[in-house]
Nanobody
Framework: QVQLVETGGGLVQAGDSLRLSCAASGRTFRPYLMGWFRQDPGKDREFVGAINWSNGGAFYADSVKGRFTISRDHAKNTVYLQMNSLNPEDTAVYYC???????????????????WGQGTQVTVSS
């Protein structure tokens, strides 16, 4: 069983930066990908980005490309989401997730991800 715990959410102003962390625990933790999703009330959970746990390769949704960066720390079993140039449209609950397998655009689908954190609120004021 894998447990994921996100921290680092909060209230910021447009243009500010924020870094989220997701700490993983479990007897053996070797996912294929670690990812971030976000969700506004009444909307679908949206893919933000993901990182290959082994080689560190990352990919992002177009809406955050160039502003958000995902990194990981093997020693701490932690993945990070650095968010720069935040705007009010980035306001959402952010979720960390892990998957042992997905392929191509299938990785953008929340159903491909097995484990989820509880979420952390990010609010960006204008």
């Amino acid at each position: 069983q894998v447990q994921l715990v996100e921290t680092g959410g909060g209230l910021v102003q447009a243009g500010d930066s924020l870094r989220l962390s997701c700490a993983a625990s479990g007897r053996t933790f070797r996912p294929y990908l670690m990812g971030w999703f976000r969700q506004d009330p009444g909307k679908d959970r949206e893919f933000v980005g993901a990182i290959n746990w082994s080689n560190g390769g990352a990919f992002y949704a177009d809406s955050v490309k160039g502003r958000f960066t995902i990194s990981r720390d093997h020693a701490k079993n932690t993945v990070y989401l650095q968010m720069n140039s935040l705007n009010p449209e980035d306001t959402a609950v952010y979720y960390c997730a892990s998957t042992n397998y997905c392929s191509g655009y299938g990785c953008y689908d929340r159903r491909a991800w097995e484990y989820w954190g509880q979420g952390t609120q990010v609010t960006v004021s204008s």
